[in-house]
């Protein structure tokens, strides 16, 4: 009978030892404590879907700014600007982090959003942070060079970029002032007075020589034929000749554009390079990942 | 029983004769053609929405038919010359896609190195869209030229 007793407290014992064990490891595991932890982690490995999911696993237990912001500027990096907007106007006010979160709401416009919304976001001061306002003239000047308006004179420009900044951006600016366009009127005037000569001056070589080519030697085989009084050939040649004249004109004003839109491309390309090494100016926080 | 066992054999014996292959009836090769088939069918259906439409997907068919078709696949440019003539009409009009046509043929005939002023197309062509010679700075699409345009 002791026995039996012995067994039985035995089982107890290891059957209450178990169900005890089981409920402390599924609490540690989806703690709140844990789940920021691994959010985190996700975070700083810039695994930021799956960060984003964590996080808001986390808002539906409990209140958290940080992770509120960090949904607001994972969502950004994943260019979600809208839903970055959403979830960062609940951080505006009375929050630690509401200058951060102003701050990241510009930049989702400033990447989401056009010139003209941008500038009218910061002329209007909506939701302004004031502790970064120098960086938020920066990105609007950035935009400037990205646009086609007209640019202010250097001193208003360059007014808001320290001396370091000023020096690397003196190029880009240079180029956006001067980008050696070509002008489609000229391109068409220089092949109306010589064929091909307008695709010369748009950097088109070889399409102008063939141009010179094709109408010279069709001017000269409409001559020799009227010279030859071959009346019909003369005029036919003379059609031809008329016809990819007026093509060769039309075709320098078109290589001109084509010049421009290469100049124009590859600006932009290498500026949001510089850009990009540059985070476009914005600050990197150190708070966020440790 | 012994009825119904040398029906069932004679029937099984009699349908494999019919299907077996003979000597004096041979199985003939399948028609297969060898022909590489090409990714970019023709399109020789004539548009009758309208009067130059009619004339002009007309004769287009008929430049396919018998010029195209037998010389082949020449133009080093996608879309072909044919076929920027006829967009560039359907986009702007007769007499503008008319110039068009000229800059473009002359183009074509150029000896000296275009290859580094186009990019290339996936069919293996240089590409040349009408969209970069309709006189509008806005339309113009600048691909780089080591990209490879779908």
Sequence with gaps: MSRIKLLQFFLFLVATGNIYAQRTAADDLFSVNNRIAFAEYLFCAEDYLRAVVEFREVLKSSANDTARFRIGYALNKMNRYREAEDNLKGLFFSSQLSEEARLEFYKSNYFGKDFIDYGDLLEYNNYLPEKYHSVLLKTYHNKLLLQSRSLPDSSTFFSVYNSDEKEELLKFYMMKKRPGYKNETTAALLSAVLPGAGKVYSNETGDGITSFLFTGILTFLAVNNFQNDHKIRGWIFTGLAAYFYAGNIYGSAAAAQNFNAGIKFNFEKEFILFLDGKNHFFPEYNFLCK | ?150
């Design chain 2, 1 to 150: 029983m012994i009825k119904i066992i040398f029906l069932f054999v004679a029937f099984f014996f009699l349908s494999s004769l019919s299907l077996a292959q003979t000597d004096w009836i041979k199985w003939d090769k399948a028609e297969e053609s060898y022909q590489i088939k090409s990714e970019y069918g023709r399109n020789y259906k004539w548009n009758r929405t309208s009067i130059s439409s009619t004339v002009l997907s007309g004769a287009q068919s008929l430049y396919y038919f018998f010029i195209s078709d037998l010389d082949g696949k020449n133009c080093p440019f996608h879309p072909s010359c044919s076929v920027f003539f006829i967009e560039s009409s359907m986009r702007t009009n007769v007499f503008k896609a008319a110039l068009m046509f000229a800059d473009r043929f002359v183009r074509d005939t150029n000896l000296f190195k275009r290859y580094p002023h186009y990019p290339k197309h996936a069919s293996g062509s240089l590409y040349d869209p009408v969209e970069n010679y309709l006189l509008n700075q806005a339309l113009v699409k600048y691909f780089p030229r080591e990209e490879i345009v779908e």
